[in-house]
């Protein structure tokens, strides 16, 4: 009866107390609380929560009444968590807080077990359970139960150890009290440590739900699922459904592991790896002696190389966006079948907003992405300067987006096999070998190149690139820019056939810290976005530039030669300056060696006595006027130029100049910049074909430059002095029927354009190759001379292009004459036609019957001149024709493998071995049945040339020789 006055006593007098102080209740609970919630557990940062596992106002009024009662300095409520044998703190208002005690540890575990209230004296304590029990403390420790009677947890009541001990009072209050505080975390839902797992994912939702951001929705998710396991950060990581493979987010990596790149591992790897393959979740008890365990995708952190649970995490769809990993078990300890439940419901929740943060980042990224091609476009329309200004500002533009230390351009010389690129802000020619370093690497294969970390240990670096630049490499990314052609040779080859490296982008060292100096995804997809973008600039700058002012400038500015020289091979070069070419600033001032000591050359020959004044468009070429005025350099005016020793630069000079020194330029008024667009479009569109390619373009150009270049100067005699003889004099001689009278300047026009254009977009492979297999263009023409006739298109297709028709000026009339001559010059290099042409070449050019104003008549001889530069290579000096022959025999064995393995009747003669007799027999029925007949007749028709007949008799020989001494 005694006590039940006094707990009565104490009770009444705590109801007094509270209604005098009433007005001050607020400021009180504020001073007292100091409740855990889910993220203090981890961070120990007290938060203020109404909608927690268990409610607060409950947990403040009870322990407002048992402060009340019994004086207490702090108080701790512990969740009992039977399964893992745990005690959860869920309520402290201590400083010093621990937030899971080990069942079975000194006073609590005696609490617990014995389910009886334990006193412990400061003094008098044997054992202590972690630094919330100090010394200074007198403790008292009883069980809680619920309202079944069950122990769910322990209440803690500390007093300092100078006031009075506990009384029987005391104690039967506390124990009153705490059966309260057991009924309130039962109805909370929480009998164990987790709580209602309703409001668990409740509350996780609610947090996660506020972030948007990837890198602080991964932070927030793993505080957070760490303090529901009182574990330490779990790891989420991040699956990339298209290629197949995971990785661990920077912001999610363990602090030990800060300054390692971020790897990506397959989707079959490591544990990781199991649990997307199982999609369901993973209890494994010892991580590192687990069989799918690999130390480089698990790691080798302590907190997951033992007790760990690993699952999936979804998307709304079911699709796999992520794996969830906890550990935080020691190697005696495992997680119970209670939290495999848990972390379904929680992997489920992360899912949702996960997937919503990774829309969010594809979001930014085409952001940043839009912005990049915005400047770049931006570049184009504002640079009003120079091009070199352009790449200037491209170089810039992926410095800002990308967070770059450094961006370079390298422009690809296809025929040089060399790549172009600036070092500081002059355009220095610093240049590279094709297949080499990574640039080079990259230009070969067209394929992106990523070295994410340790680019200094990369054995293709380039360091003297390095050197020159003043950078020092961490981190690579190189990717291709690459060109689109009009036309392709096949439905099968068409996506290759149209895409060609034309330069690549360099971009060194990431800056800042949101990812740790690495490049990711999203770099790598704005790189490509980028490359293809500056490609398609580039392209439309001609465009742009063919309406800006010539300007003059010196040699020596390095920045309009390289810039100039490079862009200009690839992309129809955009030259908004007057540029002397590569060949006039090379030539000398002395005399034409092969043109004879008698003729002197000066360095300004292009620019005086032009043959505009010497005809004009209705007329044909003047009969009289002073060779010494028709302008030739040393390089060009030789029959056995050799297109191998000159850069691609140098081959599109020379280009240029044979229009230039027939003064086709300037009498159809053709801007410089649009013959270089033609010039270069043209070129761009010859395949990497032994044979059928840029080089034979420009050898059967310069042949017939060279055949008419003969006729027009008086000395063409002097070319082969070492081997000219003298020739008798027939109707048809220089002497007697006049060449100036006979073509018109659209004449030379056509035949330079049809024999620079007459094999474009040739794949190697021959018309009966094509008709064989129903090819797209063999269905296309009908089985009509097929090539020849795709030729003729690519041609006009070509000159169809803003800024590169270089017939634009031609009235209406003219332009279908030219055009009709353009196409009857192609068209009559097919083989096919070869005999009908001798045997009409030998009727026409009988003395009395061919008349040079009959159009048909002076049709056959310009399709003559282009058919026989065509079928030159025999007429050249023996090393070039032993090249153009290996070449061309190099094709016919490509084209008869190709025959072979696509179960063709194979063609024959193109089975013939290098230095075979069969090579020999091919090349000598050549010559006897094609090459001679047709240049015998010229010969007798046109001047200059007899050297080119002896030559043919000299190869002839060749081939004779071989084929004895490969029957020995």
Same mark, same amino acid.
């Given at each position: 009866m005694d006590l039940y006055r006094g707990v009565l006593g104490?009770?009444?007098?705590?109801?007094?107390? /509270?209604?005098?102080?009433?007005?001050?209740? *607020?400021?009180?609970?504020?001073?007292?609380?100091?409740?855990? !919630?889910?993220?203090?557990?981890?961070?120990?940062?007290?938060?203020?929560?109404?909608?927690?596992v268990v409610k607060e106002s409950e947990f403040v009024d009870l322990i407002s009444i048992l402060r009340g009662a019994v004086q207490t300095k702090h108080c701790s409520v512990f969740s009992f968590d039977k399964n893992s044998t745990r005690l959860q703190c869920v309520y402290t208002d201590h400083k010093k807080w621990i937030p899971v005690l080990q069942y079975g540890n000194g006073i609590v575990r005696k609490c617990v077990e @014995?389910?009886?209230?334990?006193?412990?004296?400061?003094?008098?304590?044997?054992?202590?359970?972690?630094?919330?029990?100090?010394?200074?403390?007198?403790?008292?420790?009883?069980?809680?139960?619920?309202?079944?009677?069950?122990?769910?947890?322990?209440?803690?009541?500390?007093?300092?150890?100078?006031?009075?001990?506990?009384?029987?009072?005391?104690?039967?209050?506390?124990?009153?009290?705490?059966?309260?505080?057991?009924?309130?975390?039962?109805?909370?839902?929480?009998?164990?440590?987790?709580?209602?797992?309703?409001?668990?994912?409740?509350? %996780?939702?609610?947090?996660?739900?506020?972030?948007?951001?990837?890198?602080?929705?991964?932070?927030?998710?793993?505080?957070?699922?760490?303090?529901?396991?009182?574990?330490?950060?779990?790891?989420?990581?991040?699956?990339?459904?298209?290629?197949?493979?995971?990785?661990?987010?920077?912001?999610n990596l363990c602090p030990n592991s800060l300054d390692e790149p971020i790897r990506h591992f397959p989707a079959s790897i490591g544990i990781i790896g199991a649990t997307l393959q199982s999609g369901d979740v993973l209890h494994i008890p010892d991580a590192c002696t687990d069989p799918r365990y690999d130390a480089m995708a698990d790691g080798r952190d302590e907190m997951f190389i033992h007790s760990i649970l690993v699952l999936p995490v979804r998307n709304n769809s079911g699709e796999y966006i992520g794996a969830l990993e906890i550990g935080c078990k020691t190697s005696e300890e495992s997680f119970q079948k209670q939290e495999e439940d848990l972390v379904r419901g929680i992997a489920h929740c992360l899912g949702l907003s996960l997937w919503n943060a990774l829309r969010f980042e594809s979001a930014k990224l085409e952001?940043?992405?839009?912005?990049?091609?915005?400047?770049? !476009?931006?570049?184009?329309?504002?640079?009003?300067?120079?091009? !070199?200004?352009?790449?200037?500002?491209?170089?810039?533009?992926?410095?800002?987006?990308?967070?770059?230390?450094?961006?370079?351009?390298?422009?690809?010389?296809?025929?040089g096999h060399t790549l172009h690129s600036r070092i500081d802000s002059k355009w220095n020619a610093y240049s590279i070998p094709m297949g080499q370093y990574i640039q080079g690497k990259v230009a070969l294969s067209g394929e992106l190149e990523h070295v994410p970390y340790d680019a200094q240990l990369h054995p293709e670096l380039d360091q003297s690139y390095d050197e020159l630049a003043k950078i020092k490499c961490k981190s690579i990314l190189c990717a291709p820019i690459k060109s689109r052609t009009v036309l392709s040779m096949k439905k099968k080859q068409a996506r290759r056939a149209r895409e060609k490296v034309l330069a690549?982008?360099?971009?060194?060292?990431?800056?800042?810290?949101?990812?740790?100096?690495?490049?990711?995804?999203?770099?790598?997809?704005?790189?490509?976005?980028l490359s293809f973008e500056m490609a398609s600039v580039v392209h439309n700058k001609a465009w742009e530039l063919m309406f800006q002012p010539e300007l003059s400038t010196s040699d020596t500015d390095e920045s309009v030669q390289v810039a100039n020289a490079f862009l200009s091979q690839y992309t129809s070069a955009a030259y908004n300056?007057?540029?002397?070419?590569?060949?006039?600033?090379? /030539?000398?001032?002395?005399?034409?060696?092969?043109?004879?000591? &008698?003729?002197?050359?000066?360095?300004?020959?292009?620019?005086?006595?032009?043959?505009?004044?010497?005809?004009?468009?209705?007329?044909?070429?003047?009969?009289?006027?002073?060779?010494?005025?028709?302008?030739?350099?040393?390089?060009?005016?030789?029959?056995?130029? *050799?297109?191998?020793?000159?850069?691609?630069?140098?081959?599109?000079?020379?280009?240029?100049?044979?229009?230039?020194?027939? @003064?086709?330029?300037?009498?159809?008024?053709?801007?410089?910049?649009?013959? /270089?667009?033609f010039v270069m479009n043209v070129k761009n569109q010859y395949q990497n074909v032994p044979y059928h390619n840029f080089y034979h373009a420009f050898s059967t150009l310069h042949t017939v430059f060279m055949m008419l270049y003969a006729q027009v100067k008086l000395t063409a005699k002097r070319v082969f002095t070492e081997s000219a003889q003298n020739s008798t004099k027939d109707p048809l001689s220089p002497t007697n029927f006049r060449f100036e009278q006979i073509f018109a300047p659209k004449d030379v026009l056509a035949?330079?354009?049809?024999?620079?254009?007459? *094999?474009?977009?040739?794949?190697?492979?021959?018309?009966?190759?094509?008709?064989?297999?129903?090819? /797209?263009?063999?269905l296309m023409y009908n089985d009509h001379s097929v090539l020849e006739n795709m030729h003729a298109a690519a041609?006009?297709?070509?000159?169809?292009?803003?800024?590169?028709?270089?017939?634009?000026?031609?009235?209406?009339?003219?332009?279908?004459?030219?055009?009709?001559?353009?196409?009857?010059?192609?068209?009559?290099?097919d083989m096919q036609n070869h005999a009908n042409m001798v045997a009409s070449l030998h009727e026409k050019f009988k003395p009395g019957v061919f008349?040079?104003?009959?159009?048909?008549?002076?049709?056959?001889?310009?399709?003559?001149?282009?058919?026989?530069? *065509?079928?030159?290579?025999?007429?050249?000096?023996?090393?070039?024709?032993?090249?153009?022959?290996?070449?061309?025999?190099?094709?016919?064995?490509?084209?008869?493998?190709?025959?072979?393995?696509?179960?063709?009747?194979? &063609?024959?003669?193109?089975?013939?071995?290098?230095? !075979?007799?069969?090579?020999?027999?091919?090349?000598?029925?050549?010559?006897?049945?094609?090459?001679?007949?047709?240049?015998?007749? %010229?010969?007798?028709?046109?001047?200059?040339?007899?050297?080119?007949?002896?030559?043919?008799?000299?190869?002839?020989?060749?081939?004779?020789?071989?084929?004895?001494?490969?029957?020995?």
């Amino acid at each position: 009866m005694d006590l039940y006055r006094g707990v009565l006593g104490r009770i009444l007098q705590i109801v007094i107390a /509270r209604n005098i102080i009433a007005a001050k209740e *607020d400021e009180f609970r504020e001073g007292i609380q100091h409740k855990t !919630s889910l993220d203090e557990l981890y961070t120990g940062k007290a938060l203020s929560r109404s909608d927690g596992v268990v409610k607060e106002s409950e947990f403040v009024d009870l322990i407002s009444i048992l402060r009340g009662a019994v004086q207490t300095k702090h108080c701790s409520v512990f969740s009992f968590d039977k399964n893992s044998t745990r005690l959860q703190c869920v309520y402290t208002d201590h400083k010093k807080w621990i937030p899971v005690l080990q069942y079975g540890n000194g006073i609590v575990r005696k609490c617990v077990e @014995e389910n009886q209230t334990i006193q412990y004296h400061a003094n008098a304590v044997p054992e202590l359970d972690g630094n919330m029990f100090e010394k200074k403390f007198n403790s008292l420790s009883l069980p809680i139960h619920d309202m079944n009677g069950v122990v769910n947890g322990v209440l803690l009541v500390q007093i300092e150890r100078n006031e009075p001990y506990w009384d029987n009072i005391d104690e039967e209050i506390a124990n009153c009290i705490g059966r309260h505080i057991g009924s309130a975390l039962q109805r909370a839902g929480c009998p164990d440590r987790y709580g209602s797992e309703e409001n668990l994912l409740l509350d %996780l939702i609610a947090s996660l739900s506020k972030e948007i951001e990837l890198a602080s929705l991964l932070r927030v998710a793993s505080e957070m699922i760490s303090s529901i396991f009182c574990s330490k950060p779990c790891r989420i990581f991040l699956v990339n459904r298209k290629k197949s493979e995971y990785h661990l987010p920077l912001q999610n990596l363990c602090p030990n592991s800060l300054d390692e790149p971020i790897r990506h591992f397959p989707a079959s790897i490591g544990i990781i790896g199991a649990t997307l393959q199982s999609g369901d979740v993973l209890h494994i008890p010892d991580a590192c002696t687990d069989p799918r365990y690999d130390a480089m995708a698990d790691g080798r952190d302590e907190m997951f190389i033992h007790s760990i649970l690993v699952l999936p995490v979804r998307n709304n769809s079911g699709e796999y966006i992520g794996a969830l990993e906890i550990g935080c078990k020691t190697s005696e300890e495992s997680f119970q079948k209670q939290e495999e439940d848990l972390v379904r419901g929680i992997a489920h929740c992360l899912g949702l907003s996960l997937w919503n943060a990774l829309r969010f980042e594809s979001a930014k990224l085409e952001t940043r992405k839009s912005d990049a091609l915005l400047a770049t !476009s931006q570049a184009k329309y504002n640079s009003n300067e120079h091009v !070199s200004n352009v790449f200037t500002a491209f170089t810039n533009i992926a410095c800002k987006f990308l967070s770059v230390q450094h961006a370079t351009i390298f422009f690809v010389d296809e025929l040089g096999h060399t790549l172009h690129s600036r070092i500081d802000s002059k355009w220095n020619a610093y240049s590279i070998p094709m297949g080499q370093y990574i640039q080079g690497k990259v230009a070969l294969s067209g394929e992106l190149e990523h070295v994410p970390y340790d680019a200094q240990l990369h054995p293709e670096l380039d360091q003297s690139y390095d050197e020159l630049a003043k950078i020092k490499c961490k981190s690579i990314l190189c990717a291709p820019i690459k060109s689109r052609t009009v036309l392709s040779m096949k439905k099968k080859q068409a996506r290759r056939a149209r895409e060609k490296v034309l330069a690549v982008l360099y971009v060194v060292n990431k800056v800042g810290f949101t990812n740790g100096g690495y490049f990711d995804d999203g770099d790598i997809e704005l790189i490509k976005a980028l490359s293809f973008e500056m490609a398609s600039v580039v392209h439309n700058k001609a465009w742009e530039l063919m309406f800006q002012p010539e300007l003059s400038t010196s040699d020596t500015d390095e920045s309009v030669q390289v810039a100039n020289a490079f862009l200009s091979q690839y992309t129809s070069a955009a030259y908004n300056v007057r540029r002397r070419s590569s060949f006039e600033r090379r /030539r000398s001032a002395g005399n034409n060696a092969e043109l004879g000591n &008698t003729l002197n050359v000066p360095n300004n020959s292009l620019g005086e006595q032009s043959l505009k004044t010497k005809y004009n468009k209705s007329s044909g070429f003047l009969s009289h006027y002073n060779v010494k005025a028709l302008p030739c350099h040393d390089t060009l005016c030789h029959w056995g130029l *050799d297109p191998w020793k000159h850069s691609s630069t140098e081959l599109t000079d020379l280009v240029v100049n044979m229009f230039e020194t027939f @003064e086709l330029r300037d009498h159809f008024e053709i801007p410089l910049l649009t013959l /270089r667009r033609f010039v270069m479009n043209v070129k761009n569109q010859y395949q990497n074909v032994p044979y059928h390619n840029f080089y034979h373009a420009f050898s059967t150009l310069h042949t017939v430059f060279m055949m008419l270049y003969a006729q027009v100067k008086l000395t063409a005699k002097r070319v082969f002095t070492e081997s000219a003889q003298n020739s008798t004099k027939d109707p048809l001689s220089p002497t007697n029927f006049r060449f100036e009278q006979i073509f018109a300047p659209k004449d030379v026009l056509a035949m330079f354009v049809a024999a620079y254009c007459h *094999d474009m977009n040739h794949n190697g492979r021959n018309n009966e190759f094509h008709i064989r297999t129903s090819s /797209r263009i063999a269905l296309m023409y009908n089985d009509h001379s097929v090539l020849e006739n795709m030729h003729a298109a690519a041609c006009f297709e070509t000159l169809r292009h803003p800024g590169q028709n270089v017939l634009a000026t031609l009235d209406e009339k003219e332009y279908h004459l030219i055009r009709k001559s353009i196409i009857n010059a192609i068209l009559a290099t097919d083989m096919q036609n070869h005999a009908n042409m001798v045997a009409s070449l030998h009727e026409k050019f009988k003395p009395g019957v061919f008349q040079p104003t009959d159009e048909s008549h002076k049709e056959l001889l310009i399709n003559t001149i282009v058919h026989s530069a *065509d079928l030159s290579n025999p007429t050249l000096p023996y090393d070039l024709h032993i090249r153009w022959s290996f070449s061309l025999l190099q094709e016919f064995n490509m084209q008869y493998e190709e025959e072979v393995s696509l179960g063709l009747l194979p &063609t024959s003669y193109m089975n013939a071995k290098p230095n !075979s007799s069969d090579q020999g027999q091919v090349n000598l029925a050549f010559i006897d049945s094609c090459v001679f007949p047709l240049w015998s007749i %010229l010969n007798s028709a046109l001047n200059g040339l007899e050297g080119c007949l002896q030559n043919i008799q000299e190869n002839r020989q060749t081939w004779i020789n071989q084929i004895a001494s490969s029957s020995q």
